[in-house]
């Protein structure tokens, strides 16, 4: 069973940062790309910013776009995802995902199989 565990979230200022990880248990099974996702109190689950393994080509939704930055380190099986200027409405749980195969949407959640427990990320005016 693959196993993805997060770090990094916590509670930051507006205009802050924060740097998450998400480390994979293995690399056996078929995993095209790792993505970001978040989910906030009262609303669906949404892309934040997706990596492809191979070529580390990066997709990032509009709203963190400028802002986010998403890294792997293919030798340690682990990706990051470092978040600039935050905003209040970035407040939300934060949810590492893998296991989509080559040629599935990147942005929809549904297409991943494995995913992290979550880590809190807050916000303050």
């Known amino acids: 069973q693959v196993q993805l565990v997060e770090s990094g979230g916590g509670l930051v200022q507006a205009g802050g940062s924060l740097r998450l990880s998400c480390a994979a248990s293995?690399?056996?099974?078929?995993?095209?790309?790792m993505g970001w996702f978040r989910q906030a109190p009262g609303k669906a689950r949404e892309f934040v910013a997706a990596i492809t393994w191979t070529s580390g080509s990066t997709y990032y939704a509009d709203y963190v776009k400028g802002r986010f930055t998403i890294s792997r380190d293919n030798a340690k099986n682990t990706v990051s995802l470092q978040m600039n200027s935050l905003k209040p409405e970035d407040t939300a749980v934060y949810y590492c995902?893998?296991?989509?195969?080559?040629?599935?949407?990147?942005?929809?959640?549904?297409?991943?199989?494995?995913w992290g427990q979550g880590t809190q990320v807050t916000v303050s005016s």
């Open positions: 293995e690399r056996s099974f078929s995993n095209y790309a």
């Open positions: 995902a893998a296991g989509i195969r080559a040629g599935r949407s990147i942005r929809a959640a549904q297409n991943y199989d494995y």
